[in-house]
């Protein structure tokens, strides 16, 4: 009999989870129903989003169930189909075929054909349909130039600069022609990374320096696009260094995610007013009119080499709550992901 490893939530963190919150369980797989594929994961990813799933609060991503498996984007091989089944964009699929779907958090999925979508590893690897190829890719692109209306000439200023998301807003605006791109992490090495490998121009670490400090240095004539990924103090020194007419895209709130009261919002929130900002929040999935676009582009770059993809993985399904709380603490350059 088929089993699968999954990591199923047992209680709803408070603050920081721990690994009492979670359980890794062994669970039998019937026989594939019709449509059915089966499909074995080589990867998952960990996102900062899932920690808000483990609340049991009203949000735009529903709850995680309690013991029951956690969802999250995840690529794997087919290893065996129910009869002659197609994927989510209608195209055939075989035994062998590399798929993406949204079963992460466990070694192995059952599920409708349609629920997965074969993608090309000619152009790239696997896991970076997890990254730069898929959802955090999307969100920097359409985030960036749709949501903040980034235009030639802008500077832009992006924190956590250093992730997944981060890392690809700076690369993309400098791509498309800003006039100047800083970015905020939390530790030198990702910052000289920033700088001396992702052309971006001044990286702030904040924890060695206030970041509303260390971004009035490193932007001396101020900001027209902040891409927000942080919240917090990030977002309030955006608000002082933005230039009038200013737009920020509010992507995230990491320095929240764990917190257990109310965080205070920005001090500086009528400056909004006075130098007429426009301050706007986005999910990624709400607009999927720049999709092909994104794929083209992106594609292109990370195939001549123009923008450069990095990972931080982490082996083992047992790691994978390890791999969470690592992600969340700032222990990944580039995109988190578990490998199986
Ligand atoms: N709106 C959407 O649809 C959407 C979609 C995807 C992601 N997001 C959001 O985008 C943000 C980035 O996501 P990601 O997947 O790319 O994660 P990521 O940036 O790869 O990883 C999270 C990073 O956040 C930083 N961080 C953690 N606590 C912090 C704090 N208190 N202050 C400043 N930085 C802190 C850490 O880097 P340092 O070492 O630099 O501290 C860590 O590496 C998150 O807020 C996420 O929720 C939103």
Redesign the pocket.
Known sequence: MTTSLEWHLVRRPHGEPTDDDFALVETPLPPLAAGQVRVRNTAFSV???MR?RMNDAKSYATPYELNAPMHGGAVGIVEEISDAVTDSAGREVHVGDTVLHGFGWRTTVQLSSTWVRVIDTDLAPASAYLGVLG??GY?AYR?LLQVAEFAPGDTVFV?????????LVGQIARLKGAKRVIG????PE?CAWLTDELGFDAAVD??AQPIRKGLREAAPDGIDVYFD????D?LEAAIHAMNDFGRAAL?????G?NATAPTPGPGNLFMITTKRLTLR?????DDESLRGQFEQEVGGWLRDGSIVARETSVAGIEQGIAAFRE??????????IVTL
């Open positions: 996102d900062p989003y808000g959802m955090p969100t985030g924190s956590a600069a250093a992730g997944a998301v981060g890392s905020s992490a939390g530790d990702k904040y924890r990924n942080v919240g917090g990030h992507c995230g709130s990491i320095s995610y929040g986005f999910i990624v999935g992600l969340m603490g700032g222990g990944n350059v580039g995109k988190m």
